[in-house]
Every structure is written in structure tokens, then in C-alpha cells.
């Protein structure tokens, strides 16, 4: 059965160690919903292409950082996002501590936040990243 009315997006838990304090890349969006809030990178899959390339696509387009990825997990909660039923794969990267981020396409700001020290975030994207800590 072919359902048409969820779309595929992708986020991006991307870690950094910093004196032995453990940082995640944050986008501050530009676009509703959650203007101006702080979220994982990512965004929707287009069609034909495959959710681990529109991962490593959408981290470059938004912050100017290339990582190696890995799949994280499935998080499809259908009230996750008020646009509708998305689903997102996320994926899961860390960096070398002098890697620099520039925000890029529809991320006004970009920032590396200690992961205890979170401020709000959009989305379920708190959630998914307790659980990429969980996992690493």
C-alpha cells in the first residue's frame, strides 16, 4: 500500500569533543515553523534520492561542514512536526574539535552547544539527540 500523505526528511546529530565536553551543531532556522529556534540540521529527502545522500547534502548546505554519517535511528511520531506526518531518518557524526561550522541556505546562525547546556529546540530534535548521546 503506497501512502502519499507522509514525507521523508532527514536530521543530523553532528558531535564535537571539546576539552572533554561533549558539543552538538545547532542551526538557527529561518523559515517556519520554529523560526528562528534552534534545530538539527536537515531537511527534506528529494524524490529519487537516497535519505544517506540528502544527509550529507543537507549538513554542507546548512552549515559548511562535511562529515562522515552514520543512521541513527527512524523517528516518525506523527505530531513531530506541525507541517504534517514526516518521518526523519537521523543520522549520526562526529568531527575533529577544530572543525568550524558557517551557516548557509536556510540557517541564519549556526553554533556548537554543549549537549547539557541545550536551549529550546524545534521539533522532537531534544529527543533525538539524548538518544544519539545515549548511543555513543
Not at 553532528?14 to 536537515?42: D, S
Request: aromatic share 10%; hydrophobic share 40%; net charge negative.
Amino acid at each position: 500500500m503506497r501512502i502519499s500523505n507522509i514525507s521523508l526528511t532527514v536530521d543530523i546529530v553532528l558531535f564535537k569533543l571539546v576539552e572533554k565536553q561533549l558539543f552538538v551543531l545547532l542551526i538557527q532556522r529561518k523559515n517556519e515553523p520554529y523560526k528562528l529556534c534552534w534545530a538539527l540540521p536537515g531537511g527534506y529527502v528529494e524524490q529519487n534520492e537516497n535519505p544517506d545522500y540528502a544527509a550529507i547534502r543537507e549538513l554542507y548546505e546548512e552549515t559548511c561542514v562535511h562529515a562522515k554519517l552514520q543512521q541513527l535511528g527512524v523517528f516518525g511520531r506523527p505530531d513531530r512536526d506541525p507541517r504534517g506526518h514526516v518521518v526523519s531518518v537521523a543520522y549520526l557524526g562526529q568531527v575533529d574539535h577544530s572543525v568550524k561550522a558557517v551557516a548557509a541556505d536556510d540557517a541564519l546562525n549556526v553554533q556548537w552547544y554543549n549537549v547539557l547546556e541545550l536551549p529550546q529546540l524545534a521539533f522532537d530534535h531534544r529527543e533525538i539527540i539524548e538518544y544519539a548521546h545515549l548511543k555513543k
